[in-house]
């Protein structure tokens, strides 16, 4: 089989892997197209959540699914033995499959899923802690297990759809989702799979969670006004909004592809991954992790500095990400910066942790296929200390060849993906 044993050597043939399928869920939309309208637009999905009473909470605001209802998805039975991070996978999954035509025209034992989760089932593990601690161990649902454990959403599409590649699960926090894009498309380049359905997916705005990072001073307390509360770069940042959903990217083997004739949407160019090795919950200083991990895969592109039009930053809204983030950029791409153009969508969803780097993959992978960037909203007053051009409020046009991804996680974690337009020879 053929596979690929280094980055962009011209004498070792690399497997190309391809776009062929997109599903999102998001606080601002329940399918791709909706979510990029929204995008495009500056349509927030941020407001007070609704999900459970927050009384007692110093944060009100995150950014939930809206207008999402499983039960027309699945069953009453189906729906007592997932958790909501797997329905969300299932439903975002389905999209994706349906767009690349998965289901009659490929060979199931070379399919595989690789998802990206921070933390999985936490709704179902946070609801049997309450019913053990109240009603004892005879009371725990025998369910409790297979609804929480973090591999159980890619599990269960694999049940559904019958494919029977590799099947694994990505925890690195808040890079789960983008480390998952990246490892899939080396199971296909290394030729352990054709076709890999990967991405991120999260159910993490829960009253637990909430306080995890409310009490580490993580989360904005703007709570007066939700839709402003996520403000990557801007001067008034004040911590990130907690956010939710999925999203389904279908990776194919380029000759695979063509030989079932289906659209192809773009390249998974490249991939870095790398650690800071510095703090648990801090990046290092000047985000020298980071400027490997994006150098990583801009070379594993076989691109340059100069040939990304488009990065879609990590860009949480926390004081020490986003200028640290603006350093590792500036420091990297040198005078180059200056043309970039540099934009957090989680301005509009909130962070939803091991599902943020595939929600903005596909922000990516829209931005070049439409030549569109959409914006930074919330952006009102400039930070000395972020100087690059954020795409303030409203998307703007650009020829778009090439984006980075970028996402970073507590415990140093770093990952990046290069992605490009697609032009046939």
Known sequence: RDFCLSRGLGDVYKRQ????????????????????????????GIGYITAFDTENLSVKIAGELSDFEPENHFDRKELRKL?????????????????????????LDRVGVMIGSGVGGIQTLEDQCEVYNSRGQR????????????NIAAGNLAIKYGFKGPNQTIISACASGTDAI??????????????????GTEASVTGLTISGFANIKALSTRNEDPESASRPFDLERDGFVLGEGSATIIL??????????????????????????????????????????????????????????????????????DKTESAAISSLFKETAEKLKVSSTKSMVGHALGASGALEAIACI???????????????????????????????QLTVNAALSNSFGFGGHNGVIAIKKWVED
């Open 182 to 199: 990246g490892l899939a498309a080396r199971a296909i380049q290394y030729g352990d799979a054709d076709v890999m359905v990967t991405g």
């Open 139 to 150: 009371r725990v649902s025998p369910f409790f297990v297979p609804r929480m454990i973090a």
């Open 83 to 107: 958790d909501p991070f797997t329905i969300y996978h299932i439903v975002s999954s389905s999209e994706a499959i349906s767009q690349a035509k998965l289901v009659d025209n490929v060979d």
């Open 17 to 44: 892997v391809v776009i062929t399928g997109l599903g999102a869920l998001a606080p601002n939309g329940n399918t791709v197209p909706q979510y990029w309208d929204a995008l495009i637009n500056g349509k927030s």
């Open 252 to 321: 194919e083997e380029l000759s695979h592809a063509r030989k079932r004739g289906v659209e192809i949407l773009g390249e998974l160019a490249g991939y870095g991954s790398t650690d800071d090795a510095f703090h648990i919950t801090q990046p290092s200083e000047g985000g020298k992790g980071a400027i490997r991990a994006m150098k990583n895969a801009i070379q594993d592109a076989n691109l340059s500095t100069q040939d990304i039009d488009y990065i879609n930053a990590h860009g949480t809204s926390t004081p020490f990400n």
């Open 366 to 396: 829209m931005a070049i296929q439409n030549d569109i960037v959409p914006p930074t909203i919330n952006y009102t007053t400039p930070d000395p200390e972020c100087t690059l051009d954020y795409v303030p409020n409203e998307s703007q």
